[in-house]
């Protein structure tokens, strides 16, 4: 940890006891574990070392072995995942079992740890609160288990979504004692321990920078300004913001800032945990809305014998999806449970579309469950409460009730993989009608902007553009607008429109990199600059490290499936591309940018020689959407290896309407295709289709 940490954490085995505690659990750095003997009682595998962490932070709730068996041995069959799981479960028994008394408890179908007899450092720094921060220290420690990372790709997702929630939970903490600092020795500390927990939130540098000026230190506020340009510009590839520089150039011209109130000057907590910028006025005006607001009710169950158990699950998915949609960075979500007693206090079901309406929300997700024997059925639908109100989206969902769990998971993945890009097209369409909120004119000039550029019609595309270019000067730091404006260069190195490849290049890399510096935990951010890692620079492999960080923070973004299995395919592995592509398919099948990531899937199918299905797979996609171009290419090379001569000269000529200049030697220059013989087969495929060598 660097100088922005705010102390050493305790040892595990010095961490003042509870009444009950039998086992001590470090699992920040590397996991280790002792009895209040100071005998060790780690595990020896690494299975069994995440075995026990998975219990640990599993919270008091028993965690089916199915859900076990899948996070550690995923790529193995069931029987033989569930085979390992038994191994690992007894060589844990067999390592606790000098703490004394047993902390296991195992049933046929779950397992669960004693949680009142283990003390764990990365639980304690969870209950931290404002008035109580001193576990926070503990982070010190190091990375949520450091050393158990590369276990299984399941695993590794897993991880990444508990280091969030650590992460957030404590810089939710540590923001709010920034915020309720009011002398500049108390902002100071504060700020360096919303540094230490994540050092690119911009907003606590500039408050630390604020606050060393108001000591009187102007040479420790110029070294906090050059400490943060160089996390950015190391882990980012950023620069500071326009607010930050023009701080740091008044505090070297020694210009006096005006007097702001220590408390206005410390940064406020932005959704995510990201941080907002200081208030510049004693009264600031309200933070731009950029996103829908949307509610979900526990499902209406109908009826049947099972109905103390139906009520559960619905509760318990009401909350699952809540959870899912919260990943999304641009959508409010409020609470289930809240929603339902506001529900409840205005009168009941029938009372839900007004008691919404009172919490300020936009859209509200509601449903209802049915359950005959093991058979479910769920239909959930989505209400615009906005004038004109109306259903906006409703969808029916078929399952067995073998894991209630995993059932929970597999509906509430694919909701909100279906309805997030349906509820962009809702808010889209509002601005379009005029309808939208005019108080947030970045966020609108987006919206305007999304559906026209998928379009790609050349004019509404140049016209995106424009909107996508305005909303970032409007507003420099919303990072979403930025992560659209370099999606929106892709497409048009893509579509061959670019007059000047090398400087869109460059200015594709700096404003996805510039979206991530904003937004560090906004995932699509991360997949989309891993698309410009993958496609414009041809460097696959750096992608792949961003896509599965994106898919960490959010496991049901379609997006990032697709594009990180166009990565895979690139760097030539087409059999996990094509898993990817299915994964993504699994959870929006009908997903309204589908052209795009459907199309995409005849790359993987062609380069491993499965022509014919990349035929049809690319011809299927070219329907959809006839003026995108990238979904020609494999499937003209793909007609050409199969001898169809004529639909490949039809073909070619609709391409060369698009991209006038294509040619064998301009796709080789574009392809980020690394394998030499994938390339070659590419190439060969295109001239037996027709197109021009050079």
Not at 321 to 335: G, K
Request: glycine share 6%.
């Amino acid at each position: 940890m660097d100088r922005y940490g705010a102390g050493r954490a305790p040892a595990a085995d010095q961490a003042p006891p509870r009444a009950g505690i039998r086992l001590r659990l470090t699992l920040l750095g590397r996991v280790d574990a002792w009895s209040l003997t100071s005998q060790r009682v780690l595990p020896r595998t690494r299975k069994a070392r995440a075995l026990l962490a998975i219990l640990a932070l599993s919270g008091p709730q028993p965690v089916a072995r199915s859900r076990l068996a899948h996070l550690l041995w995923s790529r193995r069959g069931n029987e033989q995942a569930r085979g390992s799981l038994r191994q690992a479960l007894h060589e844990l028994h067999e390592a606790l079992r000098p703490v004394g008394v047993p902390l296991l408890a195992t049933t046929r179908t779950t397992v669960a740890l004693d949680h009142d007899a283990v003390w764990t450092d990365a639980r304690e720094v969870a209950r931290a609160t404002p008035e109580h921060p001193e576990a926070l220290d503990l982070l010190e420690g190091g990375a949520l288990l450091a050393d158990l990372e590369g276990l299984d790709s399941a695993f590794d997702l897993w991880l990444a979504e508990q280091r969030r929630r650590l992460r957030d939970a404590a810089l939710a903490v540590a923001t709010a004692r920034l915020a309720a600092a009011l002398e500049p020795e108390a902002i100071v500390a504060e700020a360096r321990r919303v540094l230490a927990i994540d050092a690119a939130q911009e907003g606590a540098w500039r408050a630390l920078i604020r606050a060393e000026a108001a000591r009187g230190d102007r040479a420790a506020a110029l070294a906090a300004y050059a400490d943060c340009r160089q996390v950015l510009a190391s882990r980012f590839q950023a620069r500071p913001s326009a607010e930050t520089e023009a701080l740091a150039q008044a505090l070297r011209e020694d210009v006096p800032a005006a007097p702001v109130p220590a408390a206005l000057a410390a940064p406020q907590p932005a959704r995510g945990g990201g941080m907002a910028s200081p208030a510049p006025a004693p009264q600031p005006p309200a933070a731009p809305l950029r996103g829908a607001r949307l509610g979900v009710l526990p499902l209406r169950v109908l009826g049947g014998a099972e109905a103390a158990e139906s009520e559960a699950l619905s509760v318990g998915l009401a909350e699952e999806i809540t959870a899912a949609l919260a990943r999304f960075r641009w959508l409010f979500v409020t609470d289930s449970a809240s929603l339902a007693a506001a529900v409840a206090r205005a009168g009941g079901p029938r009372e839900a579309q007004a008691a919404a309406r009172a919490l300020g929300l936009d859209l509200l997700l509601t449903g209802t469950l049915q359950r005959a024997g093991r058979r479910i059925r769920i239909v959930l639908t989505l209400l615009d409460l906005r004038p004109p109100e109306g259903v906006a989206w409703t969808q029916r969902f078929d399952a067995e009730a073998d894991d209630l769990l995993a059932l929970q998971d597999g509906i509430a993945a694919q909701v909100v993989a279906r309805i997030d890009p349906e509820i962009l097209l809702i808010e889209a369409s509002r601005v379009a009608a005029g309808r939208q909120p005019v108080h947030a004119p970045a966020y609108n000039l987006v919206l305007r902007a999304i559906p026209a550029l998928h379009r790609m019609d050349r004019t509404a595309f140049m016209a995106a553009g424009e909107w996508l270019a305005r909303a970032t000067s409007l507003d420099p730091d919303y990072a979403a607008a930025h992560a659209w404006l370099a999606y929106w260069h892709l497409l048009l190195v893509g579509q061959g429109w670019a007059r000047d490849s090398e400087e869109v290049l460059a200015r594709t890399e700096r404003l996805a990199v510039r979206a991530i510096a904003l937004d560090p935990q906004d995932a699509q951010a991360l997949t989309i600059c891993g698309h410009v890692r993958a496609f414009l620079h041809h460097r696959p492999e750096d992608a792949l490290t961003l896509h599965e960080r994106a898919l960490g923070l959010n496991p049901n973004l379609a997006m990032a499936w697709a594009f990180s299995g166009m990565a895979y395919s690139y760097a030539g592995d087409h059999a996990e591309a094509l898993a990817r592509m299915d994964r993504y398919r699994q959870l929006a099948p009908f997903h309204p940018f589908s052209f795009f990531y459907d199309g995409a899937r005849a790359i993987p199918l062609f380069f491993a020689r499965r022509h014919a299905e990349a035929a049809e797979h690319g011809r299927q996609a070219i329907e959809l959407q006839p003026n995108f171009a990238l979904n020609y290419k494999c499937t003209l090379a793909a007609l050409g290896h199969l001898g169809r001569r004529e639909a490949a000269a039809a073909l070619r000529a609709r391409l060369l309407a698009i991209e006038a200049d294509f040619t064998v030697a301009k796709a080789l220059r574009r392809s980020p295709v690394r394998n030499a013989e994938d390339r070659a087969h590419y190439a060969e495929g295109l001239r037996l289709a027709g197109v021009r060598e050079a």
